[in-house]
């Protein structure tokens, strides 16, 4: 959503660097290269003369010039700016004192709000609530029928006493489901409501009615985060008809400017509580304006990285799994399926890379990622056998060609895949024991410094990592007597290949097919 903005801020500081002070006409060019990207972004122009202005008197002011390193100074202040106009601190929820707590969603036809009630529906039954769907979308065709099936998939159960497709009272109906949530003892209530193409009266009235006859505690205003401007000026008139006490944006995902989503916190005065961020039902997340102001100035996002992780992984698998890493048993094929398994839970891998810091630098690697190619690896290890997945050096010709034929794949593909496997399995367990291989040298570590190895050795001229290393074998070979051992995979017609480097880590399976 908000690439084009973080690339041209990051160009625009890129551009401070170096300097060990920042003259006014620097502060200037910085601020109009600023506003220049937000407008691009179709960020408000109120929002954007505020922000700016903000920037430009703290950036001349004295955290600046006393600064040691300005050009650092200078994002710390934007990013300040930023959190600032996406909502300042992260709020929760409103929880009634006497439960069920009412959610009331609204928003205009297309925004997402029947999807939306899903994901809010499944995100309130992982924090321990026991959630309900009321249908009270009575007007669209098939929203009644889409939440069931969405509440089925999410494991949240539906109220939906109408058929819909214009037939039921939705005022009837929404009061009918806060009933029978206090009756089946159901902590939270979502309210799903219709929407329409446009702001009319009678979508108002509705939404009206249905706040007095239910009372609410948190009434969640759903925007698509695609729209622009308009996102502006639908939610003034939704806070001026309705009120709204919170933002939900949706379709974060996309490839829209995003500048409503920069705009709606500031403009309307209420904090963005949530962000849906893919199709699918756990692609839902709380809203942090810290966060968010990190991912925009491509500083990365960890912790909710980590949080995810956390809701993934087992944590007394992922112990055995660094044992094995540590020398304690061997970490198998097998072990690398089930951590792909888990990993592949945390949604898509340019989505997981998206959030590393420096993630714009490599933008075009991600956006030429294949997700596919995951499931190529994936399909390799399942044609194994459970002897070949724990032991591949038993893998011969025949074997390979049989795993290639039950993956769809090609033995070229098996053979890469089992190379890259053994180099990153190798390259894991030097980080987890604390020290990294240094390629193309035969010696041991000891007291801080690379002992020389025994036996003279040519010195290798070659700039790739793997083929000095395959030298220095070799080299060893020779001073030992013995014929040094061919490139592996040759007998598979591989041997005229250039071997491949070293990944830094399981990830270098994945690369270029």
């Known amino acids: 959503m908000f690439n084009s903005l973080s690339d041209r801020l990051t160009t625009t500081f890129r551009s401070l660097r170096g300097k060990g002070r920042l003259s006014p006409a620097d502060v200037d060019a910085t601020v109009r290269e600023i506003r220049r990207a937000l407008l691009d972004a179709d960020v408000a122009v109120p929002v954007v003369r505020e922000f700016t202005a903000a920037v430009r008197n703290r950036a001349l002011g004295e955290e600046v010039s006393k600064a040691l390193n300005p050009s650092q100074q200078v994002v710390k202040i934007v990013h300040e700016e930023l959190i600032e106009i996406l909502g300042g601190q992260t709020r929760d929820l409103a929880q009634a004192k006497r439960p069920p707590t009412v959610i009331l969603l609204a928003g205009l036809q297309g925004s997402g709000k029947t999807t939306l009630a899903a994901k809010l529906g499944a995100w309130l039954r ?31 159960p539906v109220f ?38 446009g702001i009319d009266d009678h979508l108002m009235r509705q939404a009206a009615d249905i706040r007095e006859a239910t009372q609410p505690d948190e009434i969640l205003f759903v925007i698509d985060a695609m729209i622009g401007q308009d996102a502006v000026t639908t939610a003034n008139a939704f806070l ?69 992780a956390q809701r993934v992984f087992d944590e007394s698998e992922a112990r055995d799994v660094a044992a094995k890493l540590a020398g304690e048993g061997d970490f198998t094929l097998s072990d690398f399926l089930d951590q792909l398994q888990q990993v592949r839970r945390l949604g898509s891998m340019k989505k997981v890379l998206g959030m590393m810091p420096g993630a714009a630098s490599m933008r075009n690697e991600l ?33 390979r060609a049989r795993i290639a034929r039950g993956s769809g794949t090609t033995v070229t593909e098996v053979n890469r895949m089992v190379q890259r496997f053994d180099q990153a399995k190798t390259m894991m367990r030097h980080m987890a024991k604390g020290r990294m291989p240094v390629p193309g040298m ?31 074998r070799a080299a060893a070979a020779r001073a030992a007597g013995e014929k040094p051992a061919g490139p592996a995979g040759s007998s598979f017609g591989l041997g005229s290949q250039p071997a491949p480097t070293i990944p830094s880590g399981l990830s270098g399976l994945f690369k270029g097919r």
């Open 367 to 399: 956006e030429s990622f294949d997700d596919a190619e995951v499931t190529r690896v994936e399909a390799i290890v399942r044609s194994m056998t459970p002897a070949e997945r724990a032991d591949p050096k038993i893998l011969n010709g025949s074997r």
């Open 160 to 197: 939906a006493p109408e058929p819909g497709d214009g037939v039921g009272d939705p005022v009837q109906v929404a009061r009918a489901g806060v009933a029978r949530a206090q009756t089946a003892m159901h902590s939270v209530v979502v309210i799903d409501t219709a929407g329409r193409l």
């Open 126 to 156: 992982e924090q321990s609530q026991t959630p309900l769907l009321v249908a009270a979308d009575l007007q669209r065709p098939g929203a009644v029928l889409q939440l069931q099936i969405l509440g089925e998939q999410a494991g949240v």
């Open 442 to 472: 035969g010696g041991k570590k000891s007291k801080g410094r690379m002992q020389a190895p025994s036996g003279k050795s040519r010195k290798s001229k070659s700039g790739n990592p793997a083929k000095r290393e395959a030298e220095a």
């Open 240 to 308: 001026e008809g309705v009120g709204f006490t919170g933002v939900v944006l949706s379709k974060l995902d996309g490839d829209a400017r995003g500048g409503a989503a920069l705009s709606v916190a500031s403009v309307t005065g209420r904090p963005i509580l949530f962000a849906s961020t893919g199709e699918k039902i756990e692609d839902f997340e709380r809203f942090h304006p810290d966060r968010m102001a990190s991912r925009i100035l491509d500083l990365g996002d960890m912790l909710t990285l980590i949080e995810q």
